[in-house]
């Protein structure tokens, strides 16, 4: 997967090519405890829907733009980038896209449609960090922030996603003004270990398989309000070794409503990874032996800095 950085003073650290947001979904009562995790995950988005990634120009005044979305060619319904590729040797084409919920058409010749295909997407693929499981529901929750596309902005629809567990291979540390990421793989043709069901402010939820549940140690703890959530020492759980996952030193160093604000004071994840890295998002948060909250960005300058947010606020899914 290709790696792309930005320099930001704060910035969330999911690592994704392509981000892509849905409404609520489901609703669910906030439950008094759950399971921390901090597996990483690999999450595959489906969209449903082919939609340029950057805009076009097709001839000398005509441009197709971010986020427009092809709906039909020759009246035949588009909903994924193959459904383009059988048109591309057709002597004529018809085109039906949408921008901003108006429909607009078009005629592109075969040549204009080759020149469109690398910049059309109908699906991504990125890493992330497992936050939370509700045992009682088999609902999860990951990230801590919502996803959207870094360059255009834009949050379309996305039509079914999937996580997959993914294995750790290598680290890039992270230095000053140069944000790491985990290099990971995961089993080709394995079946998803559960399926994302909403994409909104506070991260991805869905529902972990029972087979993928079956293979967690199953250790509830309670989860704290951000009233008890306190300056000084907490637990980070998260994944930097295979599939392992470890328990690393924080320090919290303010805490202002439901946000707070810590370093990572452990020795060994800090020689290991220079201190947060992309694909730690999701990472959750332990203090008192009670889960307090969820790792959501990291300070490009000073990569041993990070932001978290209170887990019952995540666990609301809107502000």
């Known amino acids: 997967m290709k790696q792309s950085y930005r320099i930001w003073s704060l910035i969330s650290i999911l690592f994704f090519t392509f981000f892509f947001a849905v409404s609520p979904a489901f609703a669910q009562k906030q439950a008094s405890s759950v399971v921390p995790l901090g597996q990483s995950i690999q999450i595959d988005l489906q969209y449903g829907a082919v939609f ?60 204009q449609i080759l020149k469109l295909l690398p910049f059309l997407k109908d699906a991504t693929e990125g890493i992330g960090t497992l936050t939370y499981l509700d045992p009682e529901t088999n609902e999860f929750g990951a990230l801590g922030h919502q996803i959207v596309d870094h360059t255009s902005g834009l949050t379309p629809d996305f039509s079914e996603g999937s996580i997959y567990l993914s294995s750790i291979q290598q680290i890039k540390k992270s230095i000053p003004g140069k944000p790491g990421y985990k290099i990971t793989s995961h ?18 939820f869905g529902k972990l398989e029972q087979n993928a549940i079956d293979n967690i140690p199953l250790q509830e703890v309670e989860i704290a309000d951000k009233e008890s959530i306190m300056t000084g020492e907490a637990i980070m759980r ?49 203090q008192q032996n009670k889960l307090i909250g969820v790792v959501t960005h990291m300070y490009v300058d000073k990569p041993k800095n990070g932001a978290a947010l209170s887990i019952t606020e995540m666990m609301k899914k809107n502000p």
Request: no cysteine.
């Open 52 to 111: 340029l990634s950057h805009d076009v120009l097709l001839s000398d005044d005509y441009w197709l733009r971010t986020g427009d979305s092809i709906q039909q060619i020759n009246s035949q319904k588009v909903t994924s980038l193959e459904d383009i590729k059988t048109h591309v040797k057709d002597k004529k084409l018809i085109i039906h896209y949408e921008r901003n919920k108006k429909m607009y058409t078009t005629e592109l010749t075969s040549d």
């Open 238 to 286: 998260t994944s930097i070794d295979g599939e392992k996952v470890q328990d690393f030193t924080i320090e919290i160093t303010t805490v202002e409503d439901h946000l707070f604000q810590f370093t990572v004071t452990d020795e060994f994840l800090i020689e290991k990874t220079g201190g947060i890295l992309q694909g730690m998002s999701g990472s959750p948060i332990m």
């Open 187 to 204: 089993q080709q043709n394995i079946s998803p270990i559960g399926g994302v069901n909403e994409n909104n402010v506070y991260g991805i």
